[in-house]
T-cell receptor
Framework: QKEVEQNSGPLSVPEGAIASLNCTYSDRGSQSFFWYRQYSGKSPELIMSIYSNGDKEDGRFTAQLNKASQYVSLLIRDSQPSDSATYLCAVRWDMRFGAGTRLTVKP | DGGITQSPKYLFRKEGQNVTLSCEQNLNHDAMYWYRQDPGQGLRLIYYSQIVNDFQKGDIAEGYSVSREKKESFPLTVTSAQKNPTAFYLC??????????????FGEGSRLTVL
């Protein structure tokens, strides 16, 4: 079975710090990787997608992909209390998700 | 506006009853998915369909059934065989199949409670 694993949480960081979220996957054939943010009681929303090795930046968010090591990470710079949510890693082929990491940003 | 509509948002079921959750999309997406989420947990894949009249079991298909008679619709039936059905159910869709395909678009979810 193809698996997606995320670093266990919860993760707590002070406001303004960098939050680092990690995800590993088992299927070497995977080509599409996504980070979703989910607020309590709501459906997930896409933050970043990444398809190629290296870094992809979008505002305060940076996704990093290393296919050789089979991991993908998400960095959140200048973390804000509004970033407090559960972050889900998803890997294509059949779009399985990791268990999620709950992030709390403390003012 | 294009999107995914799930209904109902809240549903209460007595033990032993089957219930059907609706999922409709007007995004012209080929692939559709059903996930279950328990409190404090991630999303677990129940069923998915990549084309009309075809679907595959996910990781927790027991006690659930689906159909895909139309491209736009992918209803999920929670049967009485599902022993612990209280959960948040999410439907999603995406264009393309496998490989380097796009993001998932989610509905707002259906919260099922067994009384």
């Amino acid at each position: 079975q193809k698996e997606v694993e995320q670093n266990s949480g919860p993760l707590s960081v002070p406001e303004g710090a960098i939050a680092s979220l990690n995800c590993t996957y088992s299927d070497r054939g995977s080509q599409s990787f996504f980070w979703y943010r989910q607020y309590s009681g709501k459906s997930p929303e896409l933050i970043m997608s990444i398809y190629s090795n290296g870094d992809k930046e979008d505002g305060r968010f940076t996704a990093q992909l290393n296919k050789a090591s089979q991991y993908v990470s998400l960095l959140i710079r200048d973390s804000q209390p509004s970033d407090s949510a559960t972050y889900l890693c998803a890997v294509r082929w059949d779009m399985r998700f990791g268990a999620g990491t709950r992030l709390t940003v403390k003012p | 506006d294009g999107g995914i509509t799930q209904s109902p948002k809240y549903l209460f079921r007595k033990e032993g009853q089957n219930v059907t959750l609706s999922c409709e999309q007007n995004l012209n997406h080929d692939a559709m998915y059903w996930y279950r989420q328990d409190p404090g947990q991630g999303l677990r894949l129940i069923y998915y369909s990549q084309i009309v009249n075809d679907f595959q079991k996910g990781d927790i298909a027991e006690g659930y059934s689906v159909s895909r008679e139309k491209k736009e619709s992918f209803p999920l039936t929670v049967t009485s065989a599902q022993k612990n059905p209280t959960a948040f159910y999410l439907c999603a869709s995406t264009s393309g199949q496998g490989g380097n395909s796009g993001e998932l678009f989610f509905g707002e979810g259906s919260r099922l409670t067994v009384l």
